[in-house]
């Protein structure tokens, strides 16, 4: 397929991939990492749902982890 | 244990939570929490940085203390909600110190939107901790939907300024059976102090020991302030007075 072109972490970012694992491995992130949770247009994907997920042009990708806070 | 802080069916030694953000450097704030003896330590919920290594405030914490997730910068319920769900699936927690900032200058909760998710939250099966406004009917309105603790201010974020309403306070502490921890605006120890001889059950402090020009003294200096507090709250002090009742004997003074 021809790449598409989503937001990740609010940043317009062109993808070879139109799955959600593959675009997270790319950034160097797996299934088997603690502390980081995904989201596709304002919903959680817990990460067993990361292999099934196909993205489309224009999702919007958070990858989220716990920082320093009050 | 002995007079256990019991938080959602939990027991917990300590009754100082510390907030994790803005220390020095990162062996200051470990060496704080140990100073406090704090049991549980908030994180925010924020974007990984995709570009530079990763600090990991998780890993570093992680068997040290219970973390307890905010959501800390959301404006709406919407994104208050997804914080949380996010935050439950990064540290299989479903606790979540609950914040809906109404406004930047202030910081002060955005009650609507705040009722609005704690409901939610509860619902959804979360152990629902909301930051909010030191009014005893909103207060009595999240003990109501099924919050685990209420969590008012004492003063603004940050703002240092200790109790400014204790009054307020107590008839929140008098008016709920659920945990009050006070949250936001302690300044110095004696804040925390009063804020446990209230007969609040803890306090969460992260300025006034992360920007304390020696926050691992002021971390030991709250631990002892809370200690001290609870250990009045439970003793029961004396009725105030408008004139002087004296402490030595009355009699047997000489010339007499």
């Known amino acids: ?70 | 244990m002995e007079d256990p802080f019991t938080l959602a069916g939990e027991r917990f030694s300590s009754r100082l939570l510390m907030g994790s953000a803005g220390f020095p450097n990162q062996q200051t704030m470990l060496d704080a929490l140990a100073g406090s003896g704090a049991e549980i330590v908030t994180v925010a919920i924020r974007r990984i940085n995709l570009a530079a290594q990763r600090e990991d405030t998780a890993a570093l914490l992680d068997g040290r203390c219970r973390l307890l997730p905010n959501t800390a910068g959301c404006y709406t319920a919407r994104d208050a909600v997804l914080t949380a769900q996010l935050a439950r699936e990064a540290l299989a927690t479903n606790w979540i110190k609950l914040e809906v900032i109404g406004d930047r200058h202030t910081l002060y909760p955005d009650t609507e939107e705040l009722l609005r998710a704690a409901s939610d939250l509860v619902q959804a099966g979360f152990v629902v901790l909301p930051y909010c406004t030191d009014d005893p009917v909103t207060c009595r309105k999240l003990a109501d939907l099924g919050c685990a603790a209420i969590m008012p201010l004492a003063a603004p974020i940050g703002s240092g300024m200790g109790l400014i309403n204790r009054y307020n306070l107590e008839l929140i502490r008098a008016g709920t059976g659920i945990p009050v921890i006070v949250d936001a605006g302690i300044g110095t120890a004696s804040d925390a102090a009063i804020a446990l001889e209230l007969g609040c059950d803890a306090v969460l402090v992260n300025s006034a020991i992360a920007k304390a020009r020696g926050p691992v003294l002021m971390a030991g200096a709250m631990r002892r302030a809370v200690e001290a507090g609870r250990l009045a709250w439970r003793a029961g002090r004396i009725p105030r007075l408008h004139h002087a009742e004296p402490s030595s004997p009355e009699t047997g003074m000489i010339g007499t």
């Open chain 1, 1 to 70: 397929m021809t790449g598409i072109s989503v937001i990740l972490n609010g940043a317009r970012v062109a993808s070879s991939t139109d799955s959600l694992a593959q675009l997270l491995a790319e950034q160097r992130i797996d299934g088997a990492q603690r502390f980081i949770a995904v989201a596709v247009n304002n919903v959680l994907v817990p990460r067993g749902g990361w292999p099934d997920l196909r993205l489309s042009d224009g999702d919007r990708i958070e990858i989220v982890q716990p920082m320093k806070g009050g």
